[in-house]
């Protein structure tokens, strides 16, 4: 039963899972066992699974989409009381006084995210059979793919902090694998080694958490904190939240650990859609919203998730104005829109349920974008550099359309799933603070002038094509994930009809809290439409109506030069981080060599010259060696006698 | 008897003796010979306890010294025969070779 206490936290109280439920494991097997059998079978039988590993591998992780859907369709049915349930797999760790279980909890907030997960990765799978019909390893990125999907539903569905660290590290995991794929490439491989490492410094931040979570209550399920999150003082809630919120940056790219996710883009752009764009970078705002029985008694941590939120959604923006890459500008893009929704998580119970609906409309238009984006590079030999595009829309059609959709979502164009859902987020942050709510208007006008950009380079103008280009549009199985996503980023909104998502949130985020913008309602969105407009007649005015040089002038604007070197991003980085860290290993390296090496060394130099001098007793005079036997001889008698008298 | 003390203090003088003679002699066979002192100066101290206990245990143990001394005696010649086949001088400092 879905239980409240006076006026605190919503606690998680779930029943156990029977019926539909109780095949909650499947939903994970089914990726998990596609990508044992396709990396294992892979490597012993490359050539008979190169025929078929891919169906195989789209095929399961549409099985787990089945599944949630029909999961879905039983929890509506259900009392709005009753729709928390638990499965319990197996005991996982029993040790001294830690009990973690595999424990899958199913209530709504999981349910919308399977849906995503499952959803649009399924999409993003056909859409790969497509992209990647000629590299080799096809079917080794079927299986990353597979192992990514597993992980990312062991992560949203777990019911303890635990079971949720393991599908934590197994996305980052994946993520590392994927960036990487193209492993010859040495920028890959270094993008790959950097996303994983930025991320370490999250996990520390989670795995702290955990073990904060485990010594004040003895456990670390969400049913038994949620149920004693009283019992806890303010600074333990503070220090939870402040923890997580560091393991949340780290996932999702927030400030400070945001310099990842552009170098992610080496990665092919299927791993960009799904990955950096719909699903893993929303696991850090996942946490959060899961964690709302601890943010909701630390008002000073979720001070710092806004503050982290609002620098990052500005951050981001002004990165993806001057990127001519544009999956890196996406990904500026994507850093922005996920600060949004950390902007809504930090709100409150007045913002989670909006977080969450902005994280499914982002990940409808965002994959629709960056698989759009896949579609022009596969269309223009995989060059990425929007100053080669120009004038697309009559050569790419459907890409084209789909695209719009997208576009037209994300600047908040009215009527469109983002229109809706970044207009919530902005509403509830001036009702909190008018500085925020400022700073979250100024970024969507931002937003609308990137975008506009974007498509201004790429689809309209004149063409700026290189000789031997000759864009075609993309095959069917390309094409139709697009046009579902692009149908989905249209009329994403109607989950907002009537309040139903705030309504389904409630047994998990709590009952929606009335908020009074300063200016009403109405207001505030015919103010953010006419930012957006501004946005995007800057846009039109400074990029459209100029010519376009096919390299990037180098005497720009100071603005312009910090957007293109991610807003010193990476040089704040290596004077912080990288150049501090050099010199403690040159000089441990130092310290290894001369005090260490030095005791060891010097311990043996001693013991032979010792030695040198205590040879000499060995001069080879039978006389002299009789003297040393006489002189022991008498040692011991002395001693029997001292003994003897004493 | 009544006291054992002359015959302990005739045996360490011998004992002296013959260490004296170990550590200061360079013959080889002079070396031997105050060996052999010492071994006999220790026997009559054996059998002068022995007297003093009044039982044979002294007597019998004087036996295998006296028996040890002679196998050892066998050894030794041999080994100082040899040295002196091929080097021809029987001096203890010229066997020095075995120093570091």
């Given at each position: 039963m879905f239980s409240m206490h006076e006026g605190a936290v919503p606690v998680v109280d779930p029943t156990t899972a029977d019926g539909i439920f109780s095949l909650a494991w499947l939903?994970?097997?089914?990726?998990?066992?596609?990508?044992?059998?396709?990396?294992i079978g892979g490597a012993i039988a490359p050539k008979k699974f190169a025929a078929f590993g891919h169906v195989l591998g789209t095929l399961l992780p549409i099985g787990s989409f089945v599944l949630s859907l029909a999961m879905f369709l039983s929890l509506l049915g259900r009392d709005e009381g009753d729709r928390q349930v638990v499965q319990h797999v197996y005991d996982w760790i029993d040790v001294g006084g830690l009990h973690a279980g595999m424990d899958l909890l199913?209530?709504?907030?999981?349910a919308l995210f399977l849906l995503l997960i499952t959803g649009v990765g399924s999409l993003i799978h056909?859409?790969?059979i497509g992209y990647m019909a000629h590299d080799p390893r096809r079917v080794r990125f079927f299986g990353y793919l597979n192992l990514f999907v597993a992980a990312m539903l062991t992560l949203v569905m777990s019911e303890n902090y635990l079971g949720l660290f393991l599908g934590w590290e197994g996305v980052g995991l994946a993520?590392?694998?994927?960036i990487g794929f193209w492993q010859h490439k040495h920028s890959a491989a270094a993008a790959a080694k950097k996303a994983f490492v930025i991320n370490r410094v999250g996990d520390m931040g989670l795995s702290a958490a955990i073990m904060l979570a485990f010594t004040t209550w003895g456990s670390t399920s969400f049913t038994v904190i949620s149920a004693n999150a009283d019992g806890a003082t303010e600074k333990t809630m503070t220090a939870l939240g402040l923890l997580l919120l560091l393991g949340a940056c780290g996932k999702s790219a927030q400030v400070p650990l945001q310099a990842w996710l552009l170098d992610a883009m080496e990665g092919p752009t299927p791993v960009s859609a799904l990955i950096h764009a719909a699903t893993m970078v929303t696991a850090g705002v996942y946490l959060i919203v899961r964690s709302n029985f601890v943010f909701d008694l630390a008002p000073d941590a979720r001070t710092g998730v806004i503050i982290v939120a609002t620098v990052t959604l500005l951050w981001g923006a002004v990165i993806g104005c001057a990127k001519d890459d544009i999956k890196k500008a996406l990904a500026g893009s994507t850093m922005s829109q996920i600060g949004y929704m950390m902007l809504g998580a930090g709100l409150g119970p007045a913002g989670y349920a909006f977080a969450i609906f902005h994280l499914l409309t982002h990940g409808f238009f965002k994959a629709n974008m960056f698989l759009g984006a896949g579609s022009v590079m596969h269309a223009m030999d995989d060059d990425v550099d929007m100053?080669?595009?120009?004038?697309?829309?009559?050569?790419?059609?459907?890409?084209?359309?789909?695209?719009s959709m997208g576009y037209l979502a994300i600047i908040g164009f009215p009527g469109f799933s983002g229109f809706w859902s970044k207009d919530k987020i902005i509403e509830v942050a001036l009702a909190e603070n008018w500085l925020v709510g400022l700073c979250a208007l100024l970024g969507a006008g931002i937003t609308g002038f990137y975008m506009t950009r974007l498509m201004l380079l790429t689809y309209f103008g004149e063409k700026r094509w290189a000789k031997d280009v000759h864009p075609?549009?993309?095959?069917?199985?390309m094409t139709?994930?697009?046009?579902?996503?692009?149908?989905?980023?249209?009329?994403?909104?109607?989950?907002?009809?009537?309040?139903?998502?705030?309504?389904?949130?409630?047994?998990?985020v709590g009952a929606e809290v009335e908020h009074d913008p300063p200016i009403p309602a109405l207001a505030v969105t015919g103010l953010a439409v006419l930012i957006v407009a501004i946005g995007v007649s800057v846009a039109i005015v400074f990029v459209g109506r100029r010519d376009v040089p096919r390299e990037a002038p180098q005497d720009v604007s100071f603005v312009t030069r910090a957007a293109r070197a991610d807003v010193y991003g990476d040089a704040i980085n290596d004077e912080l981080v990288v150049k501090p860290g050099k010199a403690l290993t040159s000089g441990l390296l130092v310290f290894d060599r001369s005090v260490v090496d030095g005791i060891f060394s010097g311990g043996a130099l001693t013991v032979g010259g010792v030695g040198a001098l205590v040879r000499r007793a060995q001069n080879g005079f039978v006389r002299s060696y009789a003297l040393s036997l006489l002189g022991g001889v008498l040692l011991v008698v002395l001693a029997l006698l001292a003994v003897n008298l004493a | 008897m009544d006291s054992v003390t002359p015959f302990i203090v005739l045996s360490s003088i011998l004992f002296t003796i013959g260490a004296v003679g170990v550590l200061t002699r360079r013959n080889a066979i002079v070396v031997f010979m105050c060996v052999e002192l010492m071994l006999n100066a220790s026997n009559l101290a054996l059998v002068a306890f022995a007297k003093q206990h009044g039982d044979l245990d002294g007597q019998i143990a004087a036996f295998f010294v006296m028996v040890v001394a002679a196998a050892e005696v066998v050894v030794g010649l041999a080994i100082i025969m040899t040295i002196f086949r091929t080097r021809r001088s029987a001096s203890v400092d010229d066997a020095s070779l075995l120093k570091y």
């Open positions: 939903v994970i097997a089914l990726p998990a066992a596609g990508a044992a059998i396709l990396l199913y209530d709504p907030l999981t056909v859409y790969s993520s590392y694998l994927l100053r080669h595009y120009g004038a697309l829309r009559t050569a790419l059609p459907v890409t084209f359309l789909t695209f075609h549009e993309s095959p069917a199985v139709i994930p697009l046009m579902v996503l692009a149908a989905l980023s249209v009329l994403g909104g109607l989950m907002l009809a009537g309040g139903w998502i705030q309504d389904f949130l409630s047994p998990v | -």
